[in-house]
């Protein structure tokens, strides 16, 4: 009985070690995609951050005067003329995300906004998986520029008969803005009274 035992216990020491060898093989590969996932993620918000300050830097480079013109037209989705390019920006906010930005277009869809396409800066890392050592991570990201206000043109000035239009007669308002529950009527002779871009347009991410 004392020899049964012992060859009993003998028998089991290498399916313990085999069964201990493909646990600790399992921990690793989940280790392995763990820490690919966490690369991936950290690219993705990467791409994310760039795509936003491209269209954020855009936005905010334009001037309520420069628009005047066109404001209904704008706010009803046309995208500006001339619109400012923000791909600067969205290199910088890329490389704060520990990425490099690997290519950043204007959208051509009649969307006024910016595609980001990234890489991370470091490797995936050494791993089990083959492969990974020298592989980024890379993503891509959208961001769009929209309304969030409505015009509503003003009334033309008429003059009265036989009179015409005096030199210093103030020129009357384009209209109003009506932005969630804020109103301003648009007076071009006081731009420090008129509304900033971002109170115009929101920023926010969208499909590609």
Sequence with gaps: MIRSGRE??????PLYMAAVVGLLFLVLV????????VTRNGTQTAADAAALAAAQDSRDRLELTDLLDDLEAILDGEV???TPDGCARAADFAGRNEAVAD????????RWGFTVNVESQESMG??????TAN???????TAVVEPRCTFTPGEPAT???????EEDEPKPSPG????????????????DLLPDMADLFTVRLAED
Aim: aromatic share 4%.
């Design 80 to 82: 500006p003329t001339g």
């Design 8 to 13: 009993d216990s003998g028998q089991a020491t």
């Design 103 to 110: 290519g950043c277009t204007p959208l051509n869809d009649g």
């Design 135 to 141: 592989k980024h991570a890379t993503a891509r990201a």
């Design 159 to 165: 003059p009265e008969p036989g009179e015409g239009e």
């Design 176 to 191: 109003t803005l009506l932005c969630d529950s804020d109103e301003w009527v648009i007076d071009p002779e006081e731009p």
């Design 126 to 131: 050494d791993s089990i998986i083959e492969g």
């Design 30 to 37: 989940y280790l392995a995609f763990g820490q690919a996932d």
